[in-house]
T-cell receptor, first 113, second 116 residues
Framework: QQPVQSPQAVILREGEDAVINCSSSKALYSVHWYRQKHGEAPVFLMILLKGGEQKGHEKISASFNEKKQQSSLYLTASQLSYSGTYFCGTETLGTGANSKLTFGKGITLSVRP | DGGITQSPKYLFRKEGQNVTLSCEQNLNHDAMYWYRQDPGQGLRLIYYSQIVNDFQKGDIAEGYSVSREKKESFPLTVTSAQKNPTAFYLC???????????????FGPGTRLTVL
């Protein structure tokens, strides 16, 4: 079952902040965030692990609420280069050695001058 | 330079024909993945493999087949049984660390398949 991302789309001006969310109905081990620009491959942004560890981008922050199975990505002082589609991928607890990511449908974020 | 290559970038086929999409990586990654991307649907997992000669079905495996004879290569065949094969196909790879969960995935540039 795909995680649910919200809002569906975000439009903001350079310098503004944005928060995008990812919610799952299953207990999670980790949440991954990727950004994809039009016609290009997705690019890794961040991993948030159960227990609080984070790995990823210096200028983007995120949170992971394990009890609510939710993650939020915080984009501050947005730049034109932040435009793209943001995907979260969730790794479910208990899948063992055959773990996989299940991606949400993505959120389109547009930063305007 | 290390990375993932997919070929071709654009592929056109007639309905009823099988077609094989290539994916090669020189990152020495153990795990490889195939995703299908349709507008508004996100990335949906077709097949994945964590070791040579072994692979698992993803969420939408029907109508597809894969092989993993070499660590570097993970070709995807779209068969005539796939009812709606026109889509953007992405291949990815990652390291494996069973103690720390899934690692970041590196994606190839994708193949856009159009079935006429």
């Amino acid at each position: 079952q795909q995680p649910v991302q919200s809002p569906q789309a975000v439009i903001l001006r350079e310098g503004e902040d944005a928060v995008i969310n990812c919610s799952s109905s299953k207990a999670l081990y980790s949440v991954h965030w990727y950004r994809q620009k039009h016609g290009e491959a997705p690019v890794f942004l961040m991993i948030l692990l159960k227990g609080g560890e984070q790995k990823g981008h210096e200028k983007i922050s995120a949170s992971f609420n394990e009890k609510k199975q939710q993650s939020s990505l915080y984009l501050t002082a947005s730049q034109l280069s932040y435009s793209g589609t943001y995907f979260c991928g969730t790794e479910t607890l208990g899948t063992g050695a055959n773990s996989k990511l299940t991606f949400g449908k993505g959120i389109t974020l547009s930063v305007r001058p | 330079d290390g990375g993932i290559t997919q070929s071709p970038k654009y592929l056109f086929r007639k309905e009823g024909q099988n077609v094989t999409l290539s994916c090669e990586q020189n990152l020495n990654h153990d795990a490889m993945y195939w995703y299908r991307q349709d507008p508004g649907q996100g990335l949906r997992l077709i097949y994945y493999s964590q070791i040579v000669n072994d692979f698992q079905k993803g969420d939408i495996a029907e109508g597809y087949s894969v092989s993993r004879e070499k660590k570097e290569s993970f070709p995807l065949t779209v068969t005539s049984a796939q009812k709606n094969p026109t889509a953007f196909y992405l291949c990815a790879s990652s390291m494996l660390d069973f103690d720390r969960g899934l690692s970041e995935q590196f994606f190839g540039p994708g193949t856009r398949l159009t079935v006429l």
